[in-house]
């Protein structure tokens, strides 16, 4: 079957993840599996489309170093379209990845993605655009945001992805909801449900959600499944018995891989119970490898 492409907009990043043995031990040293590659929650989703047949563009901006130079050549080898701009005198976006298999935590230099304009998004639509999907990074970066907002004014149908809830509990859950209402889709994972509708069940905070942006919501549960919500109160679960099990490597780009799969998913048609499970696969096959990439 035949899809319009997608529009991916936001970061390109160079991860650093390093997958801790055990414990990490404060002021001392720790071993790890360490690895260097492609990382950025809009470049990892565009990969994952790319790597379920869907023609995806990626929008973003990427230092003039040998750093962008190696993200770019990644992201064409994974057969995405590149409309990444290189920004001169700039370096290229750099997370530290400290993952324990099961969880990870991030440490981040945005780079050359804060300097994301309103004209990169522009010059990356094409007539075969028909979603745009964002990464709420651009969104939660106060440098990026107005080319954020401006994604989300195109008219092209668009989903975001929540993308942290440490900057999201900063900007507050009223006011990124208001910055991203009339979204078709907001996905968020539990801990960034709690920001944005508080504490309470999965289904409660989808609907509540839903009901803030005026389209659906996703909010993706890791191995206990995900929770679909539309804007009508209409609920659909994906019950940790209809989720695949794995044993989690390092769960970097997961979330960014379920984004994808649902994506790709609903654009061929699928219902929301097959959408959901589409893309729980996909999240599954990315926590079983090191990276935030599909395996080549």
Not at 141 to 167: I, K, N
Request: charged share 15%; aromatic share 2%.
């Amino acid at each position: 079957m035949t899809v319009g492409r997608v529009l991916v907009v936001g970061d390109v990043i160079t991860d650093v993840v390093a997958v801790l043995d055990g414990p990490l031990a404060a002021g001392s040293d720790t071993s790890a599996a360490v690895r260097v590659a492609g990382g950025g929650q809009a470049a990892n989703t565009a990969a994952w489309l790319a790597a379920t047949g869907t023609p995806v563009t990626l929008a973003g901006v990427a230092g003039d170093d040998p750093a962008g130079d190696a993200r770019l050549a990644e992201l064409t080898a994974a057969g995405v379209t590149s409309a990444v701009r290189r920004a001169a005198g700039a370096v290229t976006g750099t997370i530290i990845v400290l993952s324990t298999g099961a969880d990870r935590s991030m440490i981040s230099d945005r780079g050359a993605n804060l300097l994301l304009r309103p004209a990169d998004v522009d010059a990356a639509l094409s007539a075969d655009v028909v979603h745009l999907h964002l990464s709420g990074y651009a969104l939660l970066d106060a440098a990026s945001r107005p080319a954020a907002a401006h994604a989300l004014r195109t008219g092209v149908p668009a989903s975001v992805d929540a993308a942290s809830a440490a900057p999201l509990r900063e900007i507050g859950a009223t006011t990124f909801l208001q910055w991203v209402r009339g979204c078709a889709l907001l996905l968020a994972n539990a801990d960034e449900a709690s920001v944005l509708a508080g504490p309470g069940h999965p289904a409660d905070q989808a609907r509540t959600i839903a009901a803030a942006t005026g389209g659906t919501a996703v909010v993706k549960r890791g191995p206990a499944g995900a929770v679909w919500a539309a804007a009508d109160g209409t609920v659909v679960e994906l019950p940790p018995a209809l989720a695949v099990e794995v044993d989690p490597v390092d769960p970097t780009g997961a979330g960014d891989a379920f984004a994808a799969g649902l994506i790709a998913a609903l654009l061929r048609g699928a219902s929301p119970l097959d959408a959901l499970a589409a893309a729980h696969a996909l999240g599954a096959r990315a926590v079983t490898t090191i990276g935030a990439r599909p395996p080549r």
